[in-house]
């Protein structure tokens, strides 16, 4: 019998009862980028034991300014920290929007491509910061 092969963990973080799993693990390339992608936004440099520089900084975003200026830097820091650790992903745009809804709020929506050998494969997500 074929072994299936789980490729880290899914977030967000939840309880995967279907496979006896503590928490749910991803079953494809696919996920597995788009979770990475997210462990690295919503992990805030300095928090992870041993490796300090893994995450970003987006959380001094919250209370600055929402202006272009912020947004290319939000831009930049999402680019540089998913370029330096999800591997067999590359950013094609990262565009930020504010909200109309609620004054606070900012979206960010991620374009990428994920290699695997010869194949390509474009996905996109949304991010409310």
């Known amino acids: 019998m074929a072994q299936r092969q789980f490729l880290g963990i899914k977030f967000p973080f939840k309880n995967d009862e279907s496979e006896n799993f503590f928490v749910d693990l991803n079953k494809t390339d696919q996920e597995n980028v788009r979770s990475q ?4 936004l919503f992990t805030q440099k300095g928090t992870r034991y041993k490796n300090w520089d893994f995450g970003t900084n987006l959380i001094k975003y919250i209370f600055e300014p929402s202006d272009g200026i912020a947004w290319d830097s939000i831009k930049t ?11 067999n992903c590359v950013i094609n745009d990262v565009r930020v929007v504010k909200s109309e809804e609620n004054d606070g709020a900012i979206y960010v929506r991620i374009d990428y491509s994920v290699s695997n050998g010869n194949i390509k494969t474009d ?3 949304i991010v409310t910061l």
């Open 37 to 40: 992608i997210c462990h690295v």
């Open 77 to 87: 820091e999402i680019k540089e920290s998913v370029y330096r650790w999800v591997n």
């Open 123 to 125: 996905d996109s997500f």
